[in-house]
């Protein structure tokens, strides 16, 4: 059956291979600079050799060019050791190359299960797995992005047993350190996928049978061993089957009382085994459960409070999970913000036509201008960072557009920083905001309300001597105004 399937496998890769190469002929007009003028190095980076040891050899390391740039394969706004109010931009901006998309995401959706994208590291072997490895290091040195997030399956495949999976598991580690050394390029996050293998369809942690949750604690187990070996500096939970379909079957109390047990037993752990990073929760609504208890940045604090965790876990953000919620993504940034949780940030965004998870890179300026505006404001994003957990679209089929979503995702980022930056430089849009509140800081019963001191006697008595407050205008259009002049703003800075 193995061995049946590998033929297949081998003669798909050769398939794919083969394929790329017309590809390549047949795109090569179409690799022009924004004016029409063919781009050399975009040109270049179609004649892709699956195997080599350059799996990118025409892709030269992606510089900056600044905003006046026509060329595709270069940075308008990020320019990674530009220093900007204290840090480099870099340092702001921790961007990290999720491994599932980028390198295990074949382009599926769920009228196309089968995908569209043929890529010469695809493959499910020990050799794939360790391909992948070189593919992903070169991308990340290639885009200059300094840290990248896995899921345990993603780097390396669930076998028969419990000690085949572990021990491949370490051979891929292996390397990974190896890679790491060698590059520099450090693990901003790891995490269990505990939603894809049958045994989980009822749950990982919240599982009804015990004996599933335990194979659910052998993974994060080893996940944690894995991540603590490599420096990674957060480990993320996404309970992606960590909900329910229906009430009707489900324990819903005792569920989120597991819940809580066994990310107390995981930072048990961590602890013992010197694991130095941040546990994070990831909250998501929906999908694939019909309700997730981590619903959104509120609900999951909610729960780190009650069940008395709250100190050992931040949050994981992602704008696409947000708009699911019924929120938008500056919400659930500022809802973790103002909780002094804002731990790390999955940068996304979704189709606003389309009620599901699209994962498409963020391109948004508005988002990533206030997104930044939190991040300067809470003094950076360490050890978090900006993780694009975005995919290009079925439709993008060429390997160049896995470099051109990179590529256009840093640079909005990096825009949302200079214009977040330029805006708290400016100080008009906190201004509005302060006059907005400034009774709480001029008045006595302000002053005592904010202590905590006033009662509803001596509020009550203020209200009777002071009459009715005039009316304050709410400066709605303005604090648009103030936030799009930046956001939006002439790009020259
Ligand atoms: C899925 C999530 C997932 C987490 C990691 O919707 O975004 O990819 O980030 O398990
Ligand atoms: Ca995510
Ligand atoms: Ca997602």
Request: charged share 25%; proline share 3%.
């Amino acid at each position: 059956m193995r061995a049946t399937i590998w033929i297949l496998l081998t003669a798909q890769l050769a398939g794919a291979t083969q394929l790329l190469n017309l590809r390549a002929g047949a795109k090569r007009e179409s690799a022009l600079d924004i004016d029409g003028t063919p781009s050399k190095s975009v040109d270049q980076m179609y004649t892709l050799r699956g195997g080599a040891k350059e799996w990118f050899p025409e892709v030269t390391p992606i510089k900056y060019e600044g905003p006046d740039s026509n060329n595709l394969m270069a940075f308008k706004y990020y320019n990674a050791d530009e220093v900007i109010m204290g840090k480099t931009m870099k340092e702001w901006l921790r961007f990290a190359v999720c491994y599932w998309h980028t390198w295990r995401g074949f382009g599926a959706d769920i009228f196309g299960l089968a995908g569209t994208a043929h890529r010469p590291w695809d493959g499910s072997d020990m050799e794939a797995h360790l391909n992948r490895v070189d593919v992903h290091f070169e991308f990340c040195q290639k885009l200059g992005i300094e840290y990248y997030c896995f899921h345990d399956r993603d780097v390396s495949p669930e076998c028969a047993t419990i000690e085949e999976t572990n021990a491949n598991f370490d051979v891929i580690a292996d390397k990974l350190a190896a890679k790491q050394a060698e590059t520099g390029i450090k693990l901003l996050w790891g995490t269990c996928n505990l939603f894809s293998h049958e045994r989980f369809m009822n749950g990982g942690m919240t599982n009804p049978d015990v004996n599933t949750v335990c194979m659910a604690a052998s993974q994060v187990k080893k996940c944690l061993d894995v991540v603590t070996r490599l420096g990674g500096e957060n480990f993320v939970f996404w309970g992606g089957r960590e909900g329910y379909f229906s009430l009707l079957n489900t324990k819903y109390k005792m569920e989120q009382d597991n819940r809580a047990a066994f990310l107390k037993a995981a930072v048990e752990y961590g602890d013992k085994i010197g694991y130095k990073g941040a546990f994070l929760l990831e909250p998501k609504p929906r999908e694939p459960t019909s309700h997730q208890y981590d619903f959104d940045a509120e609900t999951t604090l909610g729960f780190c409070e009650h069940y008395g965790i709250i100190d050992r876990f931040a949050l994981n953000l992602e704008a696409n999970h947000a708009t699911l919620a019924g929120h938008t993504g500056e919400h659930e940034t500022q809802a973790a913000f103002a909780r002094g949780k804002l731990g790390s940030i999955d940068a996304n965004r979704n189709e606003a036509m389309l009620g599901w998870d699209t994962d498409m890179f963020p391109t948004d300026p508005a988002l990533a201008t206030y997104v930044m505006k939190c991040i300067i404001e809470q003094g950076g994003l360490q050890p978090g960072g900006l993780n694009f957990d975005a995919k290009v679209r079925r439709e993008s089929t060429d390997i160049e557009d896995m470099f051109i979503g990179h590529i256009a995702g840093m640079d909005n980022y990096a825009r949302g920083l200079r214009a977040a930056a330029k805006m708290i430089e400016e100080g008009a849009a906190a201004k509005l905001v302060e006059d907005r509140y400034s009774t709480f800081k001029t008045t006595d019963i302000g002053k005592k309300f904010v202590a905590g001191k006033a009662t509803l006697e001596m509020m009550a008595a203020h209200a009777a001597k002071n009459g009715e407050p005039p009316q304050t205008s709410g400066k709605m259009e303005l604090a648009e105004m103030i936030f799009n002049k930046h956001a939006y703003g002439t790009p020259t800075y």
